[in-house]
């Protein structure tokens, strides 16, 4: 809680519950570990609530607390950062994965002059199940793609979604790599922090930063040049999509088995695909052209 991406997730759920004449509640931790969103899931579990959807802060810690909320007839639904397999009825993935990682190294290509030189990360937690995803595909496609030889990843930093701390894990890349070039950040909090300090430390002519952020946030840094482009999926879709799906599943419209077809509306048509996954649709790309078209 407390946090900007899903503050703004949550007005998409309640905007769907709205509609569908349900009820809604924002509850976890301050701080993304996934031992302190077991009780929260034990407190929802113990209040028999319908469904319950979660962002999986470590996929495998939160799975038994799941499934004991399972196994008493609530329904599970993942969302932006997968439980495990097994540990939920649905996973609603925001965009296909594989995309993600190869957008993070084409916008660090972009940025990086000539395509050359060196980049970091610069992550939320070190247990978050899309963040290392996304990254493990990142470093595969530039491993394995030719247009990125000239890229070299220096280091994978957390900053455990927190700002401060992210904050202080951006400073420490400037210090420790005078070569830098470009700070890849697939989190909200983490782009925009190290945005901030980028250009508090007037580095913004050397270092570049992209990833993974809200228009409204990284507005002034995509037209100052701190932060020429980066990316994200409508984030409210994403609560929408989700409190939907957790609804579908209680009346029993949808199950979770994979090719399962429904609707939702305003968003269209979806179907379920391997371990019962959902995706929201493909992610936006913000740069000057447009970044003043978008308000979330």
Not at 56 to 65: C, N
Not at 130 to 142: G, R, V
Not at 242 to 267: C, K, M, R, W
Request: net charge negative; proline share 5%; aromatic share 8%.
């Amino acid at each position: 809680v407390n946090n900007a991406y899903f503050d703004a997730a949550a007005t998409g759920a309640t905007k769907a519950a709205g509609e569908l004449c349900g009820e809604f509640n924002q509850i976890g931790p301050t701080d993304a570990k996934a031992d302190l969103q077991v009780p929260f899931i034990q407190d929802a579990t113990t209040q028999q609530v319908s469904a319950i959807a979660i962002s999986a802060a470590g996929p495998d810690a939160i799975a038994p607390a799941l499934q004991d909320a399972m196994s008493r007839g609530i329904k599970v639904v993942g969302y932006d950062s997968t439980p495990a397999v097994g540990a939920y009825d649905v996973f609603v993935n925001q965009v296909d994965f594989s995309g993600v990682g190869v957008l993070l190294a084409e916008w660090a290509c972009e940025l990086a002059p000539d395509c050359a030189g060196e980049i970091a990360v610069l992550s939320a937690a070190a247990t978050a199940s899309n963040q290392n995803a996304w990254i493990e595909l990142m470093k595969e496609t530039l491993a394995t793609d030719e247009r990125f030889a000239n890229l070299e990843l220096v280091d994978v930093v957390y900053g455990d979604d927190q700002p401060q701390e992210s904050t202080l894990q951006a400073q420490g890349l400037l210090q420790t790599y005078p070569d830098l070039k470009v700070i890849v950040a697939p989190t909200t909090v983490g782009v925009l922090a190290a945005a901030q300090v980028v250009k508090q430390e007037g580095a913004a002519d050397s270092v570049k930063v992209t990833g993974l952020g809200f228009p409204n946030e990284m507005r002034e840094f995509v037209k100052d040049g701190t932060a020429p482009v980066f990316g994200l999926w409508s984030v409210p879709d994403l609560g929408y999509l989700t409190y939907h799906i957790a609804s579908q599943l209680v009346d029993g419209t949808i199950t979770g088995a994979e090719g399962e077809t429904f609707s939702v509306p305003n968003l269209g048509d979806y179907t379920i695909g391997a371990d019962s996954v959902v995706i929201l649709g493909p992610a936006f790309r913000f740069d000057e052209s447009n970044i003043d078209d978008f308000d979330f």
